[in-house]
Structure formats: structure tokens, C-alpha cells
């Protein structure tokens, strides 16, 4: 089973639906956790990114895959704080905090895919006293440090957009669903 997370205001747009219909045709059984609209202002809220992890814990069962987009890999991340266990995570143009320090024994494998150029991220980080940060444009500062955590800079650029969505959308989609589906 492969759980997906959606960024910000991700219901209105269906931002892991092709993406999860992309890992359900190469054979993985996918679920969308759902959690109510958030816009971006709502976001610095550290109890609301809690309230989000108790959505995916109560959605989740341990040892499963998971792929978050942007503010839904801070989730994550607080879900295993809380407890959740699992197998392999996947972030994509994670709006969260580069220093991040991944709960022990909480993942096996942590892959997170981030873009120099994603505007998004850029901005999100620049606004203060939050924990939206900049993993997204840099990865996590734990690769070296924690076996369990790999980056992957993207070479994907879109002149004329914040470079944070192709994740989810577009041509680069598909590889990005095998790499989910088979690691």
C-alpha cells in the first residue's frame, strides 16, 4: 500500500490524483489521504500540522509506503513523531524545515526530491517563526549524517511557473510514480 499526502489547498486541484492513479496502474494499491483545506497563511500553525499528522496516523497502519507533496511531507513527519511507522517515505519539494532530524526507527528508507528552483518553497521560507523551510530547494541536511536519508535534486525546470508542482503534474510524473511504486 502506497498513502499519498497533498500539499496546501492540494483537494481543490487533486494534486496526487494522477500521481497515485500513475503508482495504481504499475500495480500498487494507492490510498489519498484527505484532510481539510489549508491555505498557505494557515500553515505556520504547529497545532494544525498535528492535526494533519492525526489524520495520516488514523489513515496509516504501520510498516506502509507514503509520498507527500510540500506541506504534506511536514505532516508526515509529525506522524511519525507521534508514533507511525513506516517503510518507505517519499517527499516531494518539501515545504518543511532542511534540518529536520528524521524520528529514529520511524522510517526505513527516506527519499526526498527537491528543486533549486522551486519559487514556492523559496517564498514559504522566507516567511517567519514557522516550520515551513527549504528542504524543498536543498534536501535534507541528514543525508549525510543518517543512512536512512537520500536526496535527489531535480533536474526539472519550467520557465514561466514556481517549479514546485511537476512532481504531480506533466511529463516528469511518471518518473516520479516509478520511483514510488518500485523504489
Not at 3 to 31: C, P, T, Y
Not at 99 to 118: E, H, S
Request: glycine content about 10%; some cysteine.
Amino acid at each position: 500500500m502506497v498513502n499519498f499526502v497533498r500539499g496546501i489547498n492540494g483537494s481543490k486541484s487533486g494534486d496526487m490524483d494522477a500521481l497515485a492513479s500513475s503508482v495504481a496502474n504499475l500495480g500498487r494499491e494507492v490510498f489519498i489521504i484527505e484532510y481539510p483545506v489549508t491555505r498557505w497563511w494557515e500553515a505556520w500553525s504547529r497545532q494544525l500540522q498535528f492535526d494533519v499528522a492525526e489524520v495520516i496516523v488514523d489513515a496509516t497502519q504501520d510498516g506502509q509506503d507514503i509520498a507527500g507533496h510540500s506541506f504534506g511531507c511536514l505532516g508526515i513527519h509529525r506522524a511519525m513523531e507521534e508514533g507511525r511507522i513506516f517503510n518507505h517515505v517519499t517527499y516531494l519539494g518539501p515545504a518543511m524545515n532542511r534540518d529536520f532530524r528524521f524520528p529514529d526507527g520511524k522510517a526505513a528508507r527516506v527519499d526526498v526530491f527537491y528543486n533549486p528552483m522551486d519559487k514556492a518553497v523559496l517564498a514559504g521560507k522566507m516567511i517567519p517563526f514557522h516550520d515551513i523551510g527549504d528542504m524543498g530547494v536543498s534536501g535534507s541536511d541528514w543525508e549525510h549524517i543518517d543512512p536512512r536519508v537520500h536526496n535527489h535534486a531535480s533536474p526539472h525546470h519550467r520557465r514561466g511557473t514556481n517549479n514546485h508542482g511537476f512532481y504531480i503534474h506533466g511529463d516528469e510524473l511518471q518518473e516520479y510514480a516509478q520511483f514510488i511504486a518500485h523504489g
